[in-house]
């Protein structure tokens, strides 16, 4: 009998998902979502944020790592708790409740990926044992005797081969796509925040900041009031395999946690395919300020220099004359952005350009704003 292949997964009770050349064909139930049946997959409609959003689940169709550096940081504006380290709670624990079905569709799309990439290597262990039969029956003669084997051999290898084709392209296409569509004045607030991330993104350096602790000015003769442990990291534009998308994702790298991920109406902490949380925008607090660093190393050549102190200063600011060799240290103003939820998120960055830093968090909070006013309108 000649090899053949088809895949049908079982969720629940009485919901299957259908794989073949053109994907995923049948539906799944997401609570929170509707969910609508066509010929081309699953479609999850939605309304986050005051937006008409169309999920579809699709299946048709390190760089050398900085040192850590421990500097000094002046921050006349800081009011809340330090503590020794800056992170964000557990991924499981932070995704939106009004983000859970999101989540949940891109969970089951990715593990029925897993699936059908062991499926893969079965299939391919089959053809080659097919293939290897195949010259066995030539070697012991009964290949040329009955004509019927081989063309038995050989339908189950067209099979197979077909199978494979079919496979890999539903693995290569298994992602969400999400379709974003803006009225005209949305448009132009998320577009003003879009090209201010990527003003951000030009800073001369840019840092997370891992953690943070006071010190006594006075026992430490310095002219700063806290210690950071902060380390060089990298923003830009970045996509995700398991979202696909009409507008690109802004991507924050974090050196000691999940890396974010931003989207028009919600922000993505990813760590693996498996692991990660989807947090709404609206959820979402991101503050930007000024802050007044003592730099001990060298001045990035978009930030500006707003004085000057002395490595071992007196109560006054004045030098301390007891230490022979004291020099004097530039205080540059850099920009900072800190990034909360109620449910854990806990970021901090450090940016060399104030004037960007500012730009993106006005931006933010006006495009924010919006989505709230429309939001409460529907």
């Known amino acids: 009998m000649a090899?053949?292949?088809?895949?049908?997964i079982k969720i629940v009770p009485g919901v299957h998902l259908n794989f073949s050349k053109r994907g995923i064909s049948t539906s799944i139930g997401v609570k929170g979502a509707s969910v609508n049946f066509s010929s081309s997959g699953t479609r999850l409609n939605t309304n986050?944020?005051?937006?008409?959003?169309?999920?579809?689940?699709?299946?048709s169709s390190s760089s050398?790592?900085?040192?850590?550096?421990?500097?000094?940081?002046?921050?006349?504006?800081?009011?809340?708790?330090?503590?020794d380290n800056i992170f964000s709670a557990d991924v499981h624990e932070i995704t939106s409740q009004g983000m859970s079905g999101i989540k949940e569709s891109i969970l089951v799309a990715q593990r029925q990926k897993i699936e059908l990439e062991r499926d893969?290597?079965?299939?391919?262990?089959?053809?080659?044992?097919?293939?290897?039969?195949?010259?066995?029956?030539?070697?012991?003669?009964?290949?040329?005797?009955?004509?019927?084997?081989?063309?038995?051999?050989?339908?189950?290898?067209?099979?197979?081969k077909e199978a494979i084709i079919e496979t890999k392209i539903v693995i290569d296409n298994s992602a969400i796509n999400i379709d974003v569509q803006f009225d005209d004045p949305t448009k132009r607030k998320y577009e003003r925040f879009y090209n201010a991330f990527k003003n951000l993104s030009t800073s001369h350096r840019?840092?997370?900041?891992?953690?943070?602790?006071?010190?006594?000015?006075?026992?430490?003769?310095?002219?700063?009031?806290?210690?950071?442990?902060?380390?060089?990291?990298?923003?830009?534009?970045?996509?995700?395999?398991i979202i696909k998308s009409n507008y690109e994702a802004l991507y924050f790298q974090n050196i000691n946690g999940a890396d974010l991920y931003f989207y028009p109406t919600f922000v993505i902490m990813y760590t693996n395919n498996q692991k990660f949380a989807i947090i709404g925008l609206d959820e979402l607090n991101l503050m930007t300020t000024s802050v007044s660093f003592t730099e001990t190393s060298s001045v990035p050549r978009d930030s500006k220099v707003i004085r000057k102190t002395w490595a071992k200063v007196n109560k006054n600011g004045t030098p301390d004359k007891r230490f022979k060799n004291n020099y004097q240290i530039p205080v540059v103003q850099y920009g900072r952005i800190h990034l909360s939820t109620s449910t854990g998120v806990n970021e901090e960055y450090q940016i060399s350009n104030f004037e960007f830093t500012k730009e993106f968090g006005d931006a933010f909070q006006e495009y924010k704003n919006l989505c709230r006013v429309i939001d409460r309108m529907n």
């Open 3 to 8: 090899w053949s292949y088809r895949k049908r």
């Open 48 to 59: 986050v944020l005051g937006f008409s959003n169309s999920y579809q689940i699709s299946g």
């Open 64 to 83: 050398r790592s900085p040192q850590p550096q421990s500097q000094p940081l002046f921050v006349p504006d800081y009011h809340r708790n330090l503590s």
């Open 120 to 160: 893969l290597k079965k299939i391919k262990k089959a053809l080659s044992f097919s293939k290897t039969k195949k010259i066995a029956s030539y070697i012991l003669i009964y290949g040329f005797i009955n004509k019927k084997v081989v063309q038995t051999i050989n339908q189950d290898i067209n099979a197979q």
């Open 206 to 241: 840019i840092w997370d900041i891992t953690g943070a602790h006071f010190q006594n000015r006075v026992a430490a003769r310095s002219n700063a009031s806290t210690l950071v442990n902060r380390r060089e990291t990298k923003i830009g534009l970045k996509s995700l395999s």
